[in-house]
């Protein structure tokens, strides 16, 4: 079945440390996303990707960094540099920018720090 | 920039009856779509309904369907019969289609949507 596998799905960072959150898709689709949501609130743009090795600022950029060295994969990474990373992300995609079919989301990795 | 607007924190209905969820968007431009997604307690995000922007009918997918008034930037949902797999947070969606840059998803706050047996 095709889809977005998001990993893992909990994932804990200590105070100072990089983490990495992994997002794969199957479904051969050119544009990737990330999104932030926090609790009771709506979804934030992190990052998004129109097309491999191309990435674009999001409203919430500051403190992420991302990679789109292969069409399938848009690893997301949290900086130190991010001074309230305890969220939930949820990485989506979609056939083409401006699909009228939407986005496909993941499952979503919760992030906390310790 | 685009905003949406969900007004309705937090809503509750009886099974079997019929909801409406709001939303309300702001722009300036004619061509875009709007989209509602279901997220239950799993956190899957799930496309609920679709709508493009020049079509005049209201979209309908089974027991959900929409009531786009563009005029009034309006976009509400209608879940009719409602079930207790309906419990879930809504979020209203707008995609602006001009230009390369403004292709994106912007969400509304989302509406706590609680079926009651």
């Known amino acids: 079945d095709g889809g977005i596998t998001q990993s893992p799905k909990y994932l804990f960072r200590k105070e100072g440390q990089n983490v990495t959150l992994s997002c794969e898709q199957n479904?051969?689709?050119?544009?990737m996303y990330w999104y932030r949501q926090d609790p009771g609130q709506g979804l934030r743009l992190i990052y998004y990707?129109?097309?491999?090795?191309?990435?674009q600022k999001g409203d919430i950029a500051e403190g992420y960094s991302v990679s789109r060295e292969k069409k399938e994969s848009f690893p997301l990474t949290v900086t130190s540099a991010q001074k309230n990373p305890t969220a939930f992300y949820l990485c989506?995609?979609?056939?083409?920018?401006?699909?009228?079919?939407?986005?496909?989301f993941g499952s979503g990795t919760r992030l906390t720090v310790v | 920039a685009q905003t949406v607007t969900q007004s309705q924190p937090e809503m509750s209905v009886q099974e079997a009856e019929t909801v409406t969820l709001s939303c309300t968007y702001d722009?300036?431009?004619?061509?875009?779509?709007l989209f509602w997604y279901k997220q239950p307690p799993s956190r899957q995000m799930i496309l609920v309904i679709r709508?493009?922007?020049?079509?005049?009918q209201n979209a309908t997918e089974n027991r959900f369907s929409v009531n786009f008034q563009k005029a009034a930037k309006s976009f509400s949902l209608k879940i009719s019969d409602s079930q207790l797999g309906d419990t879930a947070m809504y979020f209203c969606?707008?995609?602006?289609?001009?230009?390369?840059?403004?292709?994106?998803?912007?969400f509304g706050g989302g509406t706590r949507l609680m079926v009651k047996p």
């Open positions: 989506a995609s979609s056939i083409r920018q401006g699909s009228n079919y939407g986005y496909t």
């Open positions: 479904l051969n689709h050119d544009a």
């Open positions: 990707s129109q097309i491999v090795n191309d990435f």
């Open positions: 722009t300036s431009e004619n061509n875009y779509y």
């Open positions: 709508q493009e922007a020049y079509k005049q």
């Open positions: 969606a707008f995609m602006n289609l001009r230009g390369n840059a403004g292709n994106m998803l912007t």
